[in-house]
């Protein structure tokens, strides 16, 4: 089955500075990658994701980047702020169907101040 | 309105007891899932099910059996509780067609005595 890999697993940065978190997955089938934030107590929630037929994709501050032929995909956040505190999970799926996705570990972002 | 929904939102038991969640979604999609996040934070798929097919996770025991009334529930029936089954459960929908966004539901925090 899939593995997803995520590093780091605590990231600290300044206030304003950029973020950057790196998965690499296994399963050469998977043409699904979101990124899910998940605050303290909370559900996880969708923050961007990339299908396998797109290099890079970009939302404001937010930006992910695909590495087909490596496996692997990073997410990006630039200027940070305190809001952005939280841990960020990404997961891979083949997509279709009822197919679940497979998390990574997770990386617990600090921002700061 | 909240689109996908749990309850209870905390279950406290005993060992070897008997327990039920229940998920409900009000968006229409096709394919539900159970999702546990133990207590480092680590989200595994369970199941994911629509109308044509039940997907198992190999490593789920059969004491844990989802139960689909109609396409918006997807309920959680936990048998013999044990203590290792203490984490928080997360219900989850996507659409059917180019499906693969999930939406999460406010979680369920089953603790095991």
């Known amino acids: 089955g899939e593995n997803v890999e995520q590093h780091p697993s605590t990231l600290s940065v300044q206030e304003g500075d950029s973020a950057v978190i790196k998965c690499t997955y296994s399963?050469?089938?998977?043409?699904?990658f979101p990124w899910y934030k998940q605050e303290l107590g909370k559900r996880p929630q969708l923050i961007i994701d990339?299908?396998?037929?797109?290099g890079e994709k970009k939302d404001q501050r937010i930006a992910v980047t695909l590495n087909k032929t490596a496996k692997h995909f990073s997410l990006h956040i630039t200027e940070t702020q305190p809001e952005d505190s939280a841990v960020y999970f990404c997961?891979?799926?083949?997509?279709?169907?009822?197919?679940?996705?497979?998390f990574g570990k997770g990386t617990h972002l600090i921002i700061q101040p | 309105d909240t689109a996908v929904s749990q309850t209870p939102k905390y279950l406290v038991t005993q060992m070897g007891n008997d327990k039920s969640i229940k998920c409900e979604q009000n968006?229409?999609?096709?394919?539900m899932y159970w999702y546990k996040q133990d207590s480092k934070k680590f989200l595994k798929i369970m199941f994911s099910?629509?109308?044509?097919?039940?997907?198992i996770n190999e490593t789920v025991p059969n004491r844990f059996s989802p139960k689909s009334p109609d396409k918006a529930h997807l309920n959680l029936h936990i048998n013999s509780l044990e203590l290792g089954d203490s984490a928080v459960y997360f219900c989850?929908?996507?659409?059917?067609?180019?499906?693969?966004?999930?939406?999460f539901g406010p979680g369920t925090r089953l603790l095991v005595l």
């Open positions: 989850a929908s996507s659409p059917s067609v180019g499906g693969e966004t999930q939406y």
């Open positions: 997961a891979a799926s083949k997509g279709g169907g009822a197919d679940g996705l497979t």
């Open positions: 399963d050469s089938a998977s043409n699904y």
């Open positions: 968006l229409g999609h096709d394919t």
């Open positions: 099910y629509n109308n044509k097919e039940l997907i």
């Open positions: 990339i299908r396998s037929n797109v």
